[in-house]
Each structure stands twice: as C-alpha cells, then as structure tokens.
C-alpha cells in the first residue's frame, strides 16, 4: 500500500511539472466587422422597407376679429396622394377653438379643399368665414 502511494504522488509530482499547453486565441476583426456591418444593413433595409413616407404638412396662419378681440387662427393639415384631406388641425393662442377644431375634423377629412372651402362648419359664423377664407 506504501508503493502505491508513493507511485500515486510521483505520477501526480511529474505531471505537475509539465508544461501545460499554450492556448492562443486569434481575432478576425476584419470578418467580424464585415458581418456585423452586413447584419446592419440588412436590418437598415428592413426598416426602410417598413417606413412610411411623411407626409407635407400644409400650415395656414390666419386672423380674424371676434366681438371680444383679434384671434390668432392655425390651420394644418395634410392631403392624401389623391388631394383630399387625410389630416386636419385648428387652434389658436388667443382663443379656444376645441370645439370648432373636432367639427372641422367630423366634416372635413376627406373632403378635398374645395369642397371643404364650401363647407358651413356648424359653430360660430366669424370662426368658420376666417377659416373658409383662409384656405382660399
């Protein structure tokens, strides 16, 4: 039993004066970087394949006089590719246009320009002459 501790701790002796092996460890930066480069792209693509284009926002800034005082009228909005109202927006700084803003909304999307300067938005008679005469 006394060999075979001794033969035990020899073979455990010389292996521990063995030169382990070196390891290296080489990069590729260069393909690295060409896949990840292609991997975004493609990802690029794909998110460009999924845009929608924007569309141009028509603003017409406006003035009109109420009894009370002088009303600062915005008007955006944007026209589909076939020329009718897709989006429309109406407010002002100087006085509150909520209400007539959501019936020109109701009424107005699409309905083409011309159609919308004919139109009688229901709400207050200065209001709607300001903004039919501003689309003019």
């Known amino acids: 039993m006394k060999y075979l501790y001794l033969l ?4 455990f002796l010389v ?3 063995a030169k382990a092996p070196e390891i290296t460890t080489e990069v ?3 393909n690295i970087t060409n896949e990840v480069v292609s991997e975004i792209n493609s990802e690029l ?3 460009e394949d999924e845009m929608v284009p924007v569309k141009d926002i ?4 406006a003035t009109y006089t109420n009894p009370a ?6 008007i955006n909005y944007t026209l589909s590719d076939t020329g ?3 989006t429309i927006e109406v407010s002002a700084t100087t006085y509150d246009l909520t209400e007539f803003n959501e019936e020109v909304k109701s009424q107005l999307v699409w309905k083409t320009i011309e159609e919308a300067k004919n139109t009688e938005v229901a709400w207050g008679s200065l209001t709607t002459e300001a903004f039919k005469k ?3």
């Open 8 to 11: 035990v701790l020899s073979v």
């Open 15 to 17: 292996s521990c004066g």
């Open 28 to 30: 590729d930066v260069e």
């Open 45 to 47: 693509e794909t998110i």
């Open 58 to 61: 028509v603003k017409i800034d």
């Open 69 to 74: 005082w002088e009303v600062d009228m915005v």
């Open 84 to 86: 009718v109202i897709e």
């Open 134 to 136: 501003a689309l003019k």
